[in-house]
């Protein structure tokens, strides 16, 4: 995994994330806000969920907000 990520940003170095709101309820974290690929672009709102195992990052997901629901 580490080798896709690596490429990843290869191929989108400028690519950021800026989460608005986090919560937790119990090992389930959420996370608000929206991710941009390139200064100057319009940014891609998105939430992120992430599921938490021995305090390790178990589960990772990505969902796309439609900007205009």
């Known amino acids: 995994m580490t080798e896709a990520w690596v490429r990843f940003f290869e191929l989108f170095p400028e690519y950021r994330n800026s989460f608005m709101r986090?919560?937790?309820?119990?090992?389930?974290?959420?996370?608000?806000?929206?991710?941009?690929?390139?200064?100057?672009?319009?940014?891609?709102?998105?939430?992120?969920?992430?599921?938490?195992?021995?305090?390790?990052?178990?589960?990772?997901r990505i969902y796309e907000v439609c900007p205009s629901c």
């Not at 974290?29 to 319009?42: D, F, N, P, Q, R």
């Not at 939430?47 to 178990?58: F, H, N, Q």
Request: one cysteine or more.
């Open 22 to 60: 986090v919560e937790s309820n119990g090992n389930l974290v959420i996370l608000c806000g929206y991710a941009t690929w390139k200064k100057g672009e319009a940014p891609d709102p998105a939430i992120w969920t992430a599921k938490i195992e021995d305090g390790l990052v178990a589960d990772w």
